[in-house]
């Protein structure tokens, strides 16, 4: 049996196989923050494909939190109805949902507003970047709301999963990298205080929603002196203790141009999954240019994670599943509509 196609678990979510769609921003939303008919066929599209568990792209906590002015939101209750909808949708074609909680930190490039960050560090000098204001104490315990009143919102929907970034240079991201986060107080310096405010909305989403939380990291930052391996390895492990029930494995995003940028080919992030997997005792997903279920088998034999993240390849190929399932010889799995194309 393929360990690809086999069953297997996120804390208290089942999931019908280990393939999962990584989030992907699509840019699809507007001011108002909803989905769109486009998110609906899009998700949806995977769902009949068979993907085990689908993450919904970084989703706003806050207006001024969104990447773009065309970001998905969950800000407000009246996102919740679009949200629903979505949910209902994949279930119906028996998908699990997870939703990307996100803050764009000082990589918001929304025109209405100021971005915020841990420090008044740009992350480029020329438009559309702006100088970032930075937080103070106060509006941090603010952003912590922010993401537990999100998160209640994905509850109700429907939602199976959560997903929290701090991946990629948006707002936790910056807090954890000594580069991005020049605070003297609680949140700044040393890296525990840096992990603080990662470690503090984890928590708070387990404690009060008793849903399963999936934390996406950047395993390193590709640059001297920089968050690296031995950092992520040390949050992994703060992250269980807490009661995460995964490490999503990504890596970079915090700095526009890193000085120790790796060559990007397949599998070019797995490293860092297997060495925060061998520190950990709950599942980790690797992601990175994977694009064949050959390499995702492989990946999951090696014991260097526990689930494979597909990102490019399922953009490409919504039935990737079912492709994997004529590979493996399990056409049973493919379903009956389409089992014509897989003869």
């Known amino acids: 049996m393929s360990k690809l196609l086999n069953s297997g678990s ?3 979510c089942h999931l019908k196989n280990k393939v999962i769609m990584a989030p992907m921003c699509m840019y699809k939303s507007d001011e108002s923050g909803e989905v769109k008919a486009f998110h609906f066929s899009h998700y949806t599209a995977r769902a ?6 689908i993450i919904v792209e970084a989703t706003a906590v806050e207006p001024k939190g969104r990447i773009s002015n065309n970001d998905l939101g969950l800000w407000d209750d009246s996102q919740k109805y679009s949200h629903k909808k979505l949910v209902d949708s994949v279930h119906s074609f028996d998908s699990k949902i ?3 909680l996100a803050h764009a930190g000082r990589k918001s490039i929304v025109k209405s507003s100021i971005p915020v960050a841990p420090s008044s560090i740009a992350f480029d000098e020329t438009e559309p970047f702006k100088i970032p204001q930075e937080l103070d104490i106060n509006e941090i315990e603010q952003i912590k709301k922010y993401f537990l009143d999100a998160g209640k919102r994905a509850k109700e929907v429907g939602y199976d999963t959560l997903e929290l970034h701090a991946a990629h240079g948006y707002l936790l991201c910056e807090f954890l990298s000594p580069l991005t986060n020049k605070r003297d107080d609680i949140y700044g310096g040393s890296l525990e205080n840096r992990c603080r405010l990662t470690l503090e909305i984890a928590k708070l989403l ?6 399963p939380l999936i934390v996406r990291i950047s ?3 590709w640059q001297t002196d920089g968050w690296n391996i031995k950092d992520s390895i040390y949050l992994s492990k703060e992250l269980e ?14 700095l526009k141009e890193p000085d120790m940028m790796p060559k990007l080919v397949p599998l070019y992030q797995c490293d860092y999954a ?4 061998t520190n950990i005792n709950i599942p980790v997903i690797a992601v990175g240019l994977i694009t064949t279920a050959k390499q995702g088998e492989l990946l999951l034999e090696e014991g260097t994670c526990d689930f494979v993240a597909y990102g490019r390849e399922l953009l490409r190929d919504s039935n990737f599943v079912f ?3 004529k590979e493996f010889n399990k056409k049973d799995l493919i379903d009956k509509s389409y089992l014509r194309a897989y003869l």
């Open 48 to 53: 009949i494909g068979g993907v085990g568990l």
């Open 323 to 325: 492709k994997a399932a």
């Open 219 to 221: 395993a390193s930052e």
């Open 274 to 277: 297997k060495e925060i997997k």
């Open 98 to 100: 997870a939703i990307q």
């Open 10 to 12: 996120i804390g208290t």
């Open 241 to 254: 203790k807490v009661g995460v029930d995964s490490i999503h494995v990504s890596a970079g995003g915090n």
């Open 206 to 211: 387990k404690e009060e929603l008793s849903l």
